[in-house]
């Protein structure tokens, strides 16, 4: 079978060789036969003969006559459609060549010079605009991708945004409702974003060049393709036009969001969706299809993450950006006043799973039945990061309790109604082990929830101490009973945590040099609080004893100086619970029960910790040493907690770790964490250990005429914390740890501190 010179052609482009002839020769092989005097969506035929074409050696350059026939009397083995979609696929693949930094430079040169041709000459983009409206969706498809890499090729080479295409842009969007075949001209819009910011030097001003134009357009247009009433049946069925125009106009709107990194001052259609986001809770809330219900709220996710990915883009020039906080607050007032009404029990979640080639679940499978637990997540955490926002630009408390407590309230409920336990667990009796129940199966989500609801812990609590210097016992224990009864005690949301996790140190320190989750972020802020709180984590971990039952009766002292306000935080943790329990042991008012735990190293552990060490690799050389310090908590140490969301972390990253080095870290963990799997195992601490230097020891401080149980979440709890605090300083001992960890070891050497000082007295 005779090979067409446009399938060697396209080897030579793919393999990225230098093609030998003059453009004009290739020009003629890619222009495209669409006919021009027929419907746009009609294709001409492509005939085939026997004669050939010129030798493959012939210099002669082609005439404007020969375009047309040398195409034609080409002898191709298969059909005038597959020729199209071969075009089609070199014209994409020309542009990502002839802008490859990896090709030489005159044989990228001498594709640009056939990219220039087509444009100018036979006038490709004409007939890729003609091809967009073809009833076959995968030339259809094809051309939009095609089109976008040439609107992209010339705005980089010759800073001049396509003419053609921005009249058939501007020309579509404003005709719609009116003509409502839209879905082409958002499918290229969407591409050419994308194609523009992959390149890291034309951003900002390429942005600007085309995206300025249709400012106004794109604005008029959001409103009028979301102002309908969703209720008509075009909309929930799943291939109608409506439905389609819908799925592709997210597309739009997500790369417009992620766009908005690249200008200081960003343009009306990159803030519309913060500032008319009431349109996309009414569609989210309509009888629209699910699909696309899914595709809006997945995007009103990442709006609320919109301001960590901002703060993360390097160069502190966007963090100044004086519309970001009007755009996240009138988000945040809009997301919080439909949830404090019905919204979010209104919202039907999908109650079937995908399943391999089918929707349907086998016959007697019930092991993924119940609500759509992505959405599910979604959801919430676009009402929690909404509620962080709005507390931390409120004034006063009581602000912050008008829209906190309701909010919190309706989402509580809404994960009561769509979140279901398995046989096998214990039924929810405390509002705090929610987060960890909808979040286990989606790190960076759980962490990101975990994080929102610290911050406005933190930011009532300061607020209350600036209200009043000495608050009184009532005023205490109503404030630790309603962050337990509104699910937002930071101690109990951790310890439930690494309940979860049988208090796994390793899967902490995973969270710790993963790139994916605020972690890092939210173990500081938390271990700072800590250190202030630590009274209030002990009764915390007091009552999670006697909740679960492990406790053992000890005898020990009481200390002299400890007030009422210590047993505040078990009594109202006991009331707050959403299900009556049966009545437990809390130590009361008088009592003032108080449990330090301390650990300390003796011989054997250093001889463990040595063979440990031994595993890792002998070479000393920094596999990191490329690395810049990336985390300098240097001041953050003697920073006043109330100003921890504000000065600390501003600058901190996490450096995406190759995968050889993840393994190489985890492994060497996971060689010391098995060594340490009985302790992790065990229930409580011997009360007496061999010899005089006791490798751990619990020390209870109790009155004398009271008995009260172990401690063992609070052992359990700090031996997690210091089983990290001992694999992060192996690590960065060896150079494996992806960026400099010395604050937080010094927050966790703080806390151990504060144990070994309560234990001596």
């Known amino acids: 079978m005779k090979i067409s010179l446009l399938q060697q052609i396209y080897k030579d482009v793919l393999a990225g060789t230098l093609l030998p002839k003059e453009s004009y020769y290739y020009t003629s092989f890619l222009n495209l036969c669409v006919g021009q005097s027929q419907e746009r969506d009609e294709l001409c035929d492509l005939p085939s003969t026997d004669s050939s074409i010129?030798?493959?050696?012939?210099?002669?350059?082609?005439?404007?006559?020969?375009?047309?026939?040398?195409?034609?009397?080409?002898?191709?083995?298969?059909?005038?459609?597959?020729?199209?979609?071969?075009?089609?696929?070199?014209?994409?693949?020309?542009?990502?060549?002839?802008?490859?930094?990896?090709?030489?430079?005159?044989?990228?040169?001498?594709?640009?010079?056939?990219?220039?041709?087509?444009?100018?000459?036979?006038k490709v983009d004409s007939k890729l605009v003609c091809l967009l409206s073809s009833s076959d969706q995968l030339l259809s498809h094809m051309a939009s991708e095609s089109l976008a890499s040439l609107v992209y090729f010339q705005l980089k080479e010759e800073n001049a945004v396509n003419v053609t295409w921005l009249t058939f842009t501007l020309k579509s969007l404003l005709e719609f409702p009116m003509h409502t075949q839209v879905a082409e001209c958002l499918w290229t819009l969407t591409a050419v974003i994308k194609d523009v910011m992959k390149d890291k030097m034309l951003p900002k001003p390429g942005i600007l060049k085309f995206l300025a134009p249709l400012d106004a357009v794109l604005e008029g247009f959001y409103n009028s393709i979301l102002q309908h009433h969703f209720d008509s049946q075009l909309y929930s069925l799943p291939y109608s036009e409506a439905a389609n125009n819908l799925v592709s106009f997210t597309d739009v709107l997500e790369a417009l969001l992620a766009s908005r990194t690249q200008l200081e001052l960003p343009l009306r259609c990159q803030r519309v969706l913060f500032l008319k986001v009431s349109y996309v809770l009414n569609l989210i809330n309509s009888s629209t299809h699910y699909f696309i219900k899914k595709k809006f709220i997945m995007l009103l996710k990442k709006c609320v993450l919109y301001k960590s990915q901002e703060d993360a883009v390097s160069g502190s020039q966007f963090l100044q950006n004086p519309y970001l906080k009007e755009d996240m607050l009138a988000l945040s007032n809009a997301v919080l006043q439909v949830v404090n009404l019905?919204?979010?029990?209104?919202?039907?979640?999908?109650?079937?799973?995908?399943?391999?080639?089918?929707?349907?679940?086998?016959?007697?499978?019930?092991?993924?039945?119940?609500?759509?637990?992505?959405?599910?997540?979604?959801l919430s955490l676009a009402v929690l990061k909404a509620l962080e926002f709005k507390c931390q630009n409120s004034a006063t408390e009581a602000e912050i309790k008008e829209h906190f407590h309701s909010s919190m309230s309706h989402l509580l409920t809404f994960w009561r109604n769509?979140?279901?336990?398995?046989?096998?667990?214990?039924?929810?009796?405390?509002?705090?082990?929610?987060?960890?129940?909808?979040?286990?199966?989606?790190?960076?989500?759980?962490?990101?929830?975990?994080?929102a609801l610290l911050l406005i812990y933190l930011k009532i609590d300061r607020l209350r101490h600036d209200a009043a210097d000495n608050l009184s016992w009532e005023e205490e224990e109503s404030w630790n009973?309603?962050?337990?009864?509104?699910?937002?005690?930071?101690?109990?949301?951790?310890?439930?945590?690494?309940?979860?996790?049988?208090?796994?140190?390793?899967?902490?320190?995973?969270?710790?040099i993963s790139s994916e989750t605020c972690f890092l972020e939210y173990l500081v802020?938390?271990?700072?609080?800590?250190?202030?709180?630590?009274?209030?984590?002990?009764?915390?971990?007091?009552?999670?004893d006697t909740k679960h039952g492990t406790s053992e009766p000890v005898s020990s002292i009481k200390p002299a100086h400890q007030g009422k306000q210590s047993c505040v935080a078990g009594v109202s943790l006991q009331n707050a619970c959403c299900e009556p329990e049966p009545q437990t042991l809390i130590p009361s008012a008088?009592?003032?029960?108080?449990?330090?735990?301390?650990?300390?190293?003796?011989?054997?552990?250093?001889?463990?910790?040595?063979?440990?060490?031994?595993?890792?690799?002998?070479?000393?050389?920094?596999?990191?040493?490329?690395?810049?310090?990336?985390?300098?908590?240097?001041?953050?140490?003697?920073?006043?907690?109330?100003?921890v969301g504000e000065e600390c972390l501003i600058n901190t990253?996490?450096?995406?770790?190759?995968?050889?080095?993840?393994?190489?870290?985890?492994?060497?963990?996971?060689?010391?964490?098995?060594?340490?799997?009985?302790?992790?195992?065990?229930?409580?601490?011997?009360?007496?250990?061999?010899?005089?230097?006791?490798?751990?020891?619990?020390?209870?401080?109790?009155?004398?005429?009271?008995?009260?149980?172990?401690?063992?979440?609070?052992?359990?709890?700090?031996?997690?914390?210091?089983?990290?605090?001992?694999?992060?300083?192996?690590?960065?001992?060896?150079?494996?740890?992806?960026?400099?960890?010395?604050?937080?070891?010094?927050?966790?050497?703080?806390?151990?501190?504060?144990?070994?000082?309560?234990?001596?007295?």
């Open 54 to 122: 010129r030798s493959h050696q012939d210099t002669v350059v082609p005439t404007a006559d020969d375009v047309s026939s040398n195409l034609a009397n080409m002898n191709f083995s298969f059909c005038p459609r597959e020729v199209m979609l071969l075009q089609l696929t070199l014209i994409k693949m020309l542009v990502a060549k002839a802008e490859s930094q990896e090709i030489e430079f005159s044989t990228r040169q001498k594709y640009c010079e056939i990219l220039l041709l087509l444009l100018k000459e036979t």
């Open 342 to 378: 019905t919204w979010l029990n209104e919202i039907p979640l999908g109650e079937k799973t995908s399943y391999f080639g089918s929707s349907e679940a086998l016959s007697g499978d019930n092991s993924q039945s119940g609500s759509d637990q992505t959405v599910l997540r979604a």
């Open 418 to 451: 769509h979140t279901k336990c398995s046989q096998h667990s214990h039924p929810v009796a405390h509002h705090c082990e929610w987060l960890s129940l909808v979040f286990i199966e989606q790190d960076d989500d759980m962490w990101e929830a975990a994080k």
């Open 481 to 512: 009973f309603h962050t337990h009864a509104s699910g937002y005690n930071p101690h109990c949301i951790l310890l439930f945590f690494l309940e979860k996790i049988t208090f796994d140190s390793s899967v902490l320190l995973d969270f710790l």
């Open 525 to 544: 802020r938390y271990l700072k609080l800590l250190r202030e709180d630590w009274h209030r984590f002990v009764n915390v971990c007091n009552h999670f």
């Open 590 to 643: 008088s009592s003032h029960n108080y449990l330090v735990f301390t650990t300390e190293q003796d011989d054997n552990e250093v001889t463990e910790s040595n063979q440990s060490n031994s595993l890792l690799c002998n070479d000393n050389t920094s596999l990191l040493g490329s690395l810049q310090s990336l985390v300098n908590y240097d001041s953050s140490e003697d920073s006043e907690l109330e100003s």
């Open 653 to 761: 990253k996490q450096m995406p770790l190759h995968k050889e080095r993840e393994t190489m870290i985890r492994e060497t963990v996971r060689s010391y964490t098995d060594d340490k799997q009985n302790t992790l195992k065990s229930e409580v601490l011997p009360l007496k250990q061999k010899g005089s230097n006791t490798s751990s020891s619990l020390h209870c401080i109790v009155s004398s005429d009271n008995i009260i149980p172990l401690r063992t979440m609070l052992y359990k709890s700090t031996k997690c914390l210091e089983e990290l605090q001992k694999a992060i300083s192996r690590l960065q001992r060896r150079n494996l740890f992806p960026y400099n960890p010395s604050a937080l070891l010094r927050l966790l050497s703080h806390i151990e501190k504060i144990s070994k000082n309560m234990n001596s007295q």
